[in-house]
């Protein structure tokens, strides 16, 4: 979990402001992108927006995290790989610890088995895409590298939902702590 804590310094050559700018201004680039040119793992370039846009909990909270936005409705479930970004509409369904995994078992289309033990790191994140307002929470192991990404599901004219807008206004309240001002 080292790497989740780490942070990009000048030393590093990298000007933490620019790349901040880079992340808040252009809406069509995304962390996974900017990591890779930068040979860093996605959770260091998503630690540099700012607290307005991303707020952090720990990884421990995975559970309470996915309990929540199984009473959300349809979703849209993301993987994003270096090969390939899969997304899923679907409800996440209840899940159930055991062992090291969260397994998700249910009549809809997402189910399977998350290894909740390496999830070190939760954002919840309010960052335009594509011009378009998005709300997500993005999950990170302990090497700082994403494991799956839950947004804020759209109507037929492509608005978010407002009901899971509050929700997950709701749900990142409770969980992250405020910053002292």
Avoid at 102 to 109: D, K, M, S
Wanted: with cysteine; glycine share 6%; proline share 5%.
């Amino acid at each position: 979990m080292q790497a989740v804590e780490r942070t990009i310094t000048h030393a590093q050559g990298f000007d933490r402001e620019a790349l901040a700018r880079r992340l808040v201004e252009d809406t069509t680039t995304v962390a996974e992108q900017i990591a890779r040119e930068l040979n860093l793992p996605p959770v260091e370039i998503m630690r540099l927006l700012p607290e307005d846009l991303c707020r952090w909990v720990p990884g421990t909270a995975f559970a309470e995290v996915m309990s929540d936005v199984a009473e959300w409705g349809e979703v849209l479930f993301l993987v994003h790989t270096v090969n390939a970004i899969v997304e899923v509409k679907a409800e996440v369904p209840k899940g159930k610890s055991s062992a090291d995994f969260y397994n998700l078992h249910g009549p809809g289309a997402l189910g399977g088995h998350l290894k909740a033990s390496r999830c070190a790191a939760i954002a919840f994140v309010s960052r335009p895409f594509m011009k378009m307002e998005t709300r997500s929470i993005q999950f990170f192991d302990g090497d700082g590298e994403g494991m799956f990404k839950i947004y804020v599901g759209r109507d037929a004219e492509r608005r978010l939902k407002p009901e899971q807008i509050t929700r997950f206004e709701a749900l990142a309240a409770r969980l992250c702590p405020v910053a002292a001002e």
